[in-house]
């Protein structure tokens, strides 16, 4: 049966399970927006290119599969290359499809025309372009086989207008799953016998893939074994916090102490994720350690330093294997005193306290008892936001000091609860959880950005309400960009520039699109909220307004 290659496109994203792509629709692809039109998939209409990138990413990393976007040439693209490159950082699948100008307008300079391979060609795993209609189906398949196998990563389609209107008898493709490396038996005892042997080994977790829960399996042995567990940068939704193994997360404001005892391991075991800049403290941590790779990537092209064995395999296929093996292989003669003071260093950095750093705050240096609070504690409101979300929300982040606190008081007990720009992209916290609260329902989404994180992309709000999606934001509002004010602080001090900021009342705008807005100026103000937020049938946001000179809590407390 001959049909379109734009239709056949959709087909092949149905035979992949795609339930939804994020779309701002354009003129250069009409005619796979047709084949939506009848198909089974969800078109979720975002509000910027930038913004549906963004949900795509959000989907990859909580589903397991890679998240699809669609956008038009020139502009459009231009606005969603930054969710390719946190893509290709994060080591996220993404299937970013670009439509362009019909064949006969290439290299005139035609309206909107660019060059996909020279945008994309350097942040991206494969760029393509379907100039065959009979391989539209064979090349979108291809997309998602290269996105999701190795080191996961963005691909870019390119979908000539022109093309996409003609016929094909071709059939619709079908799929075969990415190769799952299970490891060797003797590379199993090898990693098991560096285990046994060492005195302070260590495992770290991070990257994606552990969405299907496995990564409680992974802690349960790490216990029995007595071997701490530390995640990645905004990958320590891996392991839940309640598993006795768990002791914190490396990089941007975790505890001091958590830093240390990384540093003071005998054997680190990289599960997912690789020996990177942020993980350790800007290349001054972990180096001298015997260390082992279990990745996906056989160039480990991401790893900086000593590598003493490299196991392809997938952090599921690792842990099946070392469940099989048995935790008391990994052992030997080492008690528990190792993992359980690194467990105990980060239940300390992470129990529920005021901040002290809040100017106002009884308590706080050099502030008498009874001043009055300008702002609201921050210590104790993502105390209030950890108790109710009891562990199970999905939390999502894009960058800035706001989030540290979220970081650090609110705990994570199930899998696919963490979606955050890792390569510190803002503008990510809307977006991916109105694609959260799309993917999970009966979960509750939590955005928590600052102001300047928000209203990069606020406006995918409209897109929460369009498509029935209710999840939570709560915007940390200090008048500045805070991370960059706390650099200028360091290096020059007094001299603030270019970083101050006005902002509307933005529980004032959440209620003009209909929804559940709160405007938060006192610590004891925060519960209430919260709980009326929470309750809200819709889409809610909590405002809450904090002094521009409080920065996030001291790495050394606790």
Not at 224 to 240: L, S, T
Not at 268 to 273: E, I, N, P, S, T
Not at 357 to 384: R, T
Request: with cysteine; net charge negative.
């Amino acid at each position: 049966m001959s049909q379109s290659a734009g239709h056949l496109i959709v087909r092949a994203l149905e035979a992949r399970g795609v339930e939804r792509v994020y779309a701002v629709p354009g003129e250069s692809y009409l005619d796979v927006l047709d084949g939506l039109h009848d198909s089974g998939i969800e078109t979720v209409v975002c509000r910027h290119e930038g913004g549906a990138g963004y949900m795509a990413l959000a989907e990859g990393r909580l589903t397991g599969r890679p998240g699809v976007a669609m956008v038009t040439r020139g502009p459009g693209a231009a606005n969603a290359m930054v969710a390719i490159h946190t893509a290709w950082q994060d080591a996220t699948a993404l299937v970013l499809f670009v439509g362009l100008v019909p064949v006969n307008d290439r290299e005139r300079d035609a309206f909107q025309e660019f060059s996909l391979t020279g945008w994309f060609g350097s942040t991206a795993k494969r760029v393509m372009t379907i100039d065959d209609p009979d391989r539209a189906g064979e090349l979108t398949d291809e997309a998602f086989r290269i996105a999701a196998s190795g080191r996961p990563g963005p691909v870019v389609v390119g979908l000539p207008e022109d093309l996409l209107m003609r016929q094909t008898a071709a059939p619709t493709p079908t799929p075969v799953a990415p190769p799952r490396p299970v490891p060797a038996a003797v590379d199993v005892a090898e990693l098991c016998a560096r285990l046994a042997s060492a005195e302070r080994p260590a495992f770290v977790l991070g990257g994606d893939g552990w969405e299907q829960g496995h990564g409680r399996t992974l802690a349960n042995f790490a216990a029995e074994a007595g071997v701490p567990v530390f995640c990645d940068w905004r990958a320590y939704d891996a392991v839940p916090h309640d598993t006795a193994s768990y002791a914190g997360w490396l990089g941007y404001g975790r505890a001091d102490a958590v830093a240390a005892g990384y540093g003071e391991a005998d054997l680190l075991v990289f599960v997912g994720c690789t020996r990177a800049d942020v993980l350790s403290d800007g290349y001054t941590k972990g180096f001298d350690a015997e260390t082992v790779l279990v990745i996906q990537d056989p160039n480990a092209a991401t790893h900086s330093g000593r590598i003493d064995q490299h196991l392809l395999a997938t952090s599921a296929t690792l842990t099946e294997a070392l469940v099989e093996y048995g935790p008391a292989a990994a052992r030997g003669s080492r008690e528990d005193t190792w993992m359980l003071g690194r467990v105990e260093a980060q239940q300390r950095f992470a129990a529920h306290r005021p901040d002290s750093s809040v100017p106002g705050v009884a308590g706080a240096s050099g502030v008498p008892a009874g001043v009055e609070n300008p702002g609201v504690d921050l210590g104790i409101a993502f105390g209030v936001l950890d108790d109710q979300l009891a562990g199970e929300a999905i939390l999502t982040f894009g960058a800035g000091n706001a989030t540290i606190w979220a970081h650090r008081f609110v705990r994570h007990h199930a899998p696919a609860s963490l979606v955050g720009a890792r390569n510190g992209a803002m503008g990510l916290a809307v977006p991916a959880a109105v694609a959260a609260a799309l993917i999970s329902p009966e979960r509750k989404a939590v955005a928590v950005c600052g102001d300047g994180d928000f209203l990069m992309n606020g406006q995918e709000l409209a897109t929460a309400f369009a498509h029935g999606a209710a999840p939570l934001v709560i915007v940390v509002d200090n008048g500045i960009y805070g991370t960059i004010v706390q650099h200028q602080e360091r290096h020059y001090p007094g001299r603030p520039s270019g970083t101050k900021m006005v902002n509307p009342n933005f529980a004032d705008w959440m209620r003009s699109f209909g929804g559940h807005g709160e405007h938060v100026v006192n610590t004891e103000d925060f519960a209430p909220a919260l709980e009326r937020a929470l309750q809200a049938d819709g889409p809610a946001l909590i405002h809450v307004v904090i002094d521009s000179s409080v920065m996030p809590p001291a790495s050394n407390e606790g």
